[in-house]
């Protein structure tokens, strides 16, 4: 026995040594790659450009064929590292093996030849190739509850970037949505902190967790830290007020997941909170972020957001100072991305000792290991073993089930769907007949709203439902745009409602993305509310497809809807899908990741505090009613009805370390098989600051066929019920708890 111990000692010794020899061997060639670095090739590795930079004609470029002379300057003279984007918008896969070939062969042809690290934001599958897989926006992923599907979709995107020769995605976002107004809250996981970090941590183990050598996994970019999500006005890139304690109850944990799960990278906030921008912040950057949360990873800026230091907020007098600010402050690599200032720039700042070199070599010795992780060092250049793992059927099939499962049915007036199909169906609205408004922003061209970029076989809805039923069955009015005046023509609405049994209509918004999609407010645009009363004035039952990237107002025209479907921006595959939920060959068993609010004024998460659901009433009016959305969050129908019943909690006093166990039956009490979400709450009766109403701790989405009843286990300890206490520590106090799933509830008491 005593020789069987040594031996496993001995063993695990070896293994630990082997490991470090690996580990020392990769820092040893990169230590000693940086000796032989000069001043200029190591702020060159610290330098992303944008691909129009080098590309003939800039960014009116459409080919990809790339300058050979600006090529040579971008690498011979100014040493660039890192290159991004594509010019005006996707290219096809053997463009992009041609193109990555080219900066490869100009970077080899150095003096250290060290290879560049392309990076896209392949934010639902992969962008900027043409006729790529293009999944829900991760708005859409919340609504499935779904990580193992997202994390397939992640794995995917990871295929398809790396077969076009890309490495480095600028992805997942990990931003909180609790401000509908922002551009980019369909790139959100929803208003909840536990979805965010459960499913920002499956697209990471997406994207990574083969290994950055193999050719299916690309180093992930967690973004924005920290906060951009909250702007006070909800337009892009504009100044956050958020006291600490809000900070890292709500917007810090997805961050502190995804580094404990090992993502690669991150990017910056492009925004400053309490006056302070996040790219010049030391505290966030280096105390928060590498030393309280361990991250070791490369820490890249967003477009332009150093140069703004100066141009826009105002902290940095000179162009100067931006750069040495951030660059203290722990940015690593600048995405300047369109010249060659920050180059020089940095280089005159650590001439005149306002930047360490030590900060230098830092900040390209995490360039150059993830480089070396990505297996760039060992073959720049588009691997043969990648190349054929672009544009699979089984990818097509997925981002199908994806977008089922993320449609969300929210309104069912007396069982009027699923459709019949023999009914003849009067078709109409904005997002009837166009492409572009069922992907969103990040498909094919940065803003979406390109049509001809998209793939020839993408299918309207209105194709698809004249597909389902027959075009004979099908009576569409309108044409391709969003935009275009026939799509609300009143007059031909009133003149063929009579040939139709019910009227489909499609409202919601175009693809957007960043600034572009700034808006004033959440109203849905008046020529789309009166589109809707004609409809209703008809007389005709009047279903609703409400494709939108954010929440718009309908609580005018609400009632007037006999069902309302939400198919989100959910990819190539969101027509097709939604026709399968109308005419009931797919069960929908989407939920809601945020609070569908009715108006400006009634903006109320559902983890509110109890002062926000007091109801107000004064002279018999109803001035206040808490939290009163027009959908909850975590709602959402079925063709089925489901059932809850004897929740059972291990114990009712949880003592230190204990873990709870928690069980509860769910029944398909209808006669259709369905997937269900079962979402357990917890809610602190009394703690050391006002406690919210309730938190989500976990969830569990199962299958069910009908009249099957299944038991659903969890496992709760004291993390799931701390919280951020008036000293910014993240704390469990003891007390009464509440544990709360579907309508059933049990409390217990966890104690020290």
């Not at 698809?464 to 009015?477: M, Y």
């Not at 038991?711 to 709360?740: H, R, S, W």
Request: glycine content about 6%; aromatic content about 10%; some cysteine.
């Amino acid at each position: 026995m005593k020789k069987l111990f040594f031996v496993c000692i001995i063993l695990a010794t070896s293994i630990v040594l082997n490991a470090q020899k690996i580990k020392s061997s990769d820092d040893a060639k990169i230590d000693a790659l940086i000796k032989k670095m000069t001043l200029e090739e190591k702020i060159g590795q610290m330098t992303q450009v944008t691909l129009a930079v080098i590309a003939k004609g800039g960014w009116a470029n459409t080919d990809g064929t790339l300058d050979a002379e600006k090529l040579k300057e971008a690498i011979q003279k100014y040493k660039v590292g890192s290159m991004l984007n594509t010019t005006a918008h996707a290219l096809d896969v053997e463009t992009w093996h041609r193109v990555i070939k080219e900066i490869q062969d100009e970077a080899l042809n150095t003096k250290l030849k060290i290879p560049v690290l392309y990076g896209l934001d392949a934010i639902h599958g992969q962008t900027y190739t043409l006729n790529s897989t293009l999944f829900p926006h991760n708005l859409a992923m919340a609504a499935t509850r779904n990580p193992e599907l997202v994390k397939a979709a992640a794995k995917v995107c990871a295929k398809e970037l790396r077969a076009s020769g890309v490495r480095w995605n600028f992805a997942p976002v990990l931003d909180l949505g609790r401000q509908p107004l922002w551009s980019r809250f369909p790139e959100t996981y929803g208003e909840d902190v536990y979805i965010g970090k459960t499913l920002g941590v499956a697209a990471i183990q997406g994207y990574e967790e083969d290994g950055l050598k193999n050719p299916t996994a690309v180093a992930s970019c967690m973004k924005h830290y920290l906060g951009y999500s909250a702007s006070r006005t909800g337009k892009d890139r504009t100044p956050i007020y958020m006291p600490e304690i809000e900070m890292r109850e709500y917007y810090l944990p997805q961050f502190r997941a995804a580094v404990k799960a090992g993502s690669s990278s991150i990017m910056i906030n492009s925004s400053d909170i309490n006056g302070t921008p996040v790219h010049a912040s030391k505290y966030l950057l280096t105390d928060v972020l590498r030393k309280e949360l361990g991250f070791e990873g490369l820490i890249v800026t967003d477009w332009e957001d150093i140069i703004r230091l100066h141009t826009i907020h105002k902290v940095a007098a000179t162009p100067r100072a931006a750069v040495v600010m951030a660059i203290n402050a722990g940015i690593d690599m600048s995405m300047v991305p369109g010249d060659y200032s920050f180059f020089d720039l940095l280089k005159e700042a650590v001439e005149k000792k306002e930047v360490s070199i030590d900060r230098i070599n830092d900040a390209v010795k995490r360039i150059l290991k993830l480089k070396f992780k990505l297996g760039l060092f060992d073959n720049a250049y588009t691997e043969e073993n990648a190349k054929a793992n672009f544009g699979k059927p089984e990818y097509q099939a997925l981002a199908l089930n994806a977008a089922h499962e993320a449609i969300t049915l929210v309104k069912n007036k007396n069982n009027i769907l699923p459709l019949s199909k023999n009914e003849k169906i009067l078709v109409m609205g904005p997002t009837s007949q166009s492409i572009a408004p069922l992907n969103g922003s990040w498909s094919y061209t940065w803003q979406g709203n390109q049509e001809e970029w998209y793939p020839k076989e993408s299918k309207t809805i209105e194709q698809a439902l004249a597909d389902k039923v027959g075009a004979d069955n099908v009576i569409a009015i309108g044409v391709r745009g969003f935009d275009a005046k026939e799509n609300y023509d009143i007059d031909k609405l009133k003149a063929n409602a009579d040939k139709a049994d019910i009227i489909v209509l499609c409202l919601g918004e175009n693809a957007y993305a960043e600034s572009p999609g700034n808006i004033r407010d959440l109203a849905l645009p008046e020529e789309q509310v009166n589109l809707a009363k004609a409809a209703f004035a008809t007389g005709k039952k009047v279903v609703l497809l409400l494709v939108e990237g954010r929440p718009r107002f309908i609580t005018n025209i609400e009632p007037g809807f006999d069902a309302i479907i939400l198919p989100f921006w959910s990819g190539r595959k969101t027509a097709e899908a939604t026709a399968d939920v109308l005419f009931g060959d797919y069960n929908p068993n989407g939920i809601l990741p945020f609070s569908y609010p009715k108006s400006m004024g009634e903006m109320v998460m559902y983890d509110y505090k109890n002062t926000e659901s007091k109801r107000e009433v004064f002279n018999d009016d109803v001035l206040w009613n808490g939290y009163d959305p027009l959908f909850a969050f975590g709602f959402g129908l079925s063709y089925t009805t489901f059932n809850y019943s004897n929740l059972h909690l291990s114990t009712d006093t949880l003592k230190g370390n204990q873990k709870l166990s928690v069980s509860i039956s769910v029944s398909n009490t209808g006669k259709v098989d369905g997937k269900h979400t079962v979402e357990l709450y917890s809610r602190d009766l009394y703690a050391s600051i006002s406690p919210c109403n309730k938190r989500l701790r976990a969830f569990k989405k199962i299958e069910l066929k009908a009249g099957e009843t299944k038991v659903v286990n969890f496992i709760i300890d004291k993390n799931d019920l701390a919280f951020v206490n008036a000293q910014l520590k993240t704390v469990t106090e003891p007390g009464d708890f509440e544990i709360m799933i579907g309508n059933q509830k049990a409390g217990f008491f966890w104690k020290e």
